[in-house]
Each structure stands twice: as C-alpha cells, then as structure tokens.
Nanobody, 116 residues
Framework: QVLESGGGLVQPGGSLRLSCTVS????????IGWFRQAPGKEREGLAY?????GRTDHADSRFTISRDNAKNTVYLQMNNLTPEDTAVYYC??????????????WGQGTQVTVSS
C-alpha cells in the first residue's frame, strides 16, 4: 500500500513537504518515485530515490527527495512553488527512474494548489 500526505494550499514562493508511506514487503526493496499530474496534462516524473537512498534523480532542482526506511516514509521537499506546480502529486513504488511505466504500485495522490 502506498499513501501520500502533506498536500494543501500554499502561496507562490512557498514550500511544502509531501510524505509517502509504504507498507508491506516492497518497502525495503524497491525504489520510490514522485510524480504529478496537472489538469489536461500527462503524468510526469519529478524525483526518484533508490531502495537504500544511495541514488537519486530529480527533474526539478527545486524539489528534493529523501527517505527514512525506519519510518517506511519517503519525502518530497518542494521549494519556491509557483501556480504552475498546481497538480495532484503521486507517489509510486516498486520501480526505478522517472518514467511512469516503470512503476507498479501507486498511491491515490494528494492535491497541491499554489495560489495567492
């Protein structure tokens, strides 16, 4: 099971930290990715972290991915947000990289709205 949290309304220029909790056998053995999908757009990859945290990949330098395996949680720190960052943000497990097709396990998503 994959569960996102931490979304909400934030002003332009603000920051937000999203959390992704992974339960079950996948938590220790697979990489985790963060994705987002804005209305009318395709889902896009934002960040990836390997199972031991030794490898990360980011599509946007404003975003930073990290993980705490003891808490079964992966975080996405987002800074300097703009209205263009408004989207539903998804966490995915059991894959690698920033491609949507690489992942089998998806959360339900959490809404992030950037507006004044």
């Amino acid at each position: 099971q994959v569960l996102e949290s931490g979304g909400g309304l934030v002003q332009p220029g603000g920051s937000l930290r999203l959390s992704c909790t992974v339960s079950g056998r996948i938590r220790d053995y697979y990489g985790i990715g963060w994705f987002r999908q804005a209305p009318g757009k395709e889902r896009e990859g934002l960040a990836y972290i390997s199972s031991n945290g030794g490898r990360t990949d980011h599509a946007d330098s404003r975003f930073t991915i990290s993980r705490d395996n003891a808490k079964n949680t992966v975080y996405l720190q987002m800074n300097n947000l703009t209205p263009e960052d408004t989207a539903v943000y998804y966490c995915a497990a059991g894959g690698n990289g920033l491609s949507v097709k690489n992942y089998n396990y998806w959360g339900q998503g959490t809404q992030v709205t950037v507006s004044s």
